[in-house]
T-cell receptor
Framework: RKEVEQDPGPFNVPEGATVAFNCTYS??????FFWYRQDCRKEPKLLMS?????NEDGRFTAQLNRASQYISLLIRDSKLSDSATYLC????????????WGAGTKLIIKP | EPEVTQTPSHQVTQMGQEVILRCVPI?????FYWYRQILGQKVEFLVS????????KSEIFDDQFSVERPDGSNFTLKIRSTKLEDSAMYFC???????????FGPGTRLTVT
């Protein structure tokens, strides 16, 4: 089983649609969870940290279900500029806190 | 807003040559990381650095790799004898605390010919 698994992509959706990304992680001791977005040939940029209670930032909502080891990201009213690859990232416990990355889901918003 | 910077943005080198990739992490951050991303593949952890020493390294980070924080600001990744398969984007990241979000530099594209 992969450490962090995401929906395979790409997702092609029309502008204005709602998009949902799902992610599962294998290490039940994982402590921190993030969604990053990555544009083509650019660095990953932090989109949101994901908290147990769920959190919202404008059009973006993130949810965490520790019991199911599942993380989600919802984008409402999608815009052309949301086109990117969305990466689910989990922080592992231990002395190093390295990030474990999902393979990412490519999102293409069509006008 | 403070950001991580990296130089050079693109490095072309011949197989067998040594390269040094440079990073300036965000100034009040304490944990530093190198990641790489081969074109079309996922981001892979290389090494973490805290309190002036390596705290963990991956299988990729073999004897040809080394890291250094020679002064209070720079964080470098050295590849001693580059191979074709080292061609990738190399990202530096930093964070204030281990479990907190990491911030990435723009990356160095390394091309080994």
């Amino acid at each position: 089983r992969k450490e962090v698994e995401q929906d395979p992509g790409p997702f092609n959706v029309p502008e204005g649609a709602t998009v949902a990304f799902n992610c599962t992680y294998s290490n039940s001791a994982s402590q921190s969870f993030f969604w990053y977005r990555q544009d083509c040939r650019k660095e990953p940029k932090l989109l949101m940290s994901v908290y147990s209670s769920g959190n919202e930032d404008g059009r973006f909502t993130a949810q965490l279900n520790r019991a199911s080891q599942y993380i989600s990201l919802l984008i409402r009213d999608s815009k052309l500029s949301d086109s990117a690859t969305y990466l689910c990232v989990v922080n592992t416990p231990g002395s190093n806190y390295q990030l474990i990355w999902g393979a990412g889901t490519k999102l293409i918003i069509k006008p | 807003e403070p950001e991580v910077t990296q130089t050079p943005s693109h490095q072309v080198t011949q197989m067998g040559q040594e390269v040094i990739l440079r990073c300036v992490p965000i100034s009040n951050h304490l944990y530093f990381y190198w990641y790489r991303q081969i074109l079309g593949q996922k981001v892979e952890f290389l090494v973490s650095f805290y309190n002036n020493e390596i705290s963990e390294k991956s299988e990729i980070f073999d004897d040809q790799f080394s890291v250094e924080r020679p002064d209070g600001s720079n964080f470098t990744l050295k590849i001693r004898s580059t191979k074709l398969e080292d061609s990738a984007m190399y990202f530096c990241a930093s964070t204030r605390g281990g479990i907190l979000e990491q911030y990435f530099g723009p990356g160095t594209r390394l091309t080994v010919t």
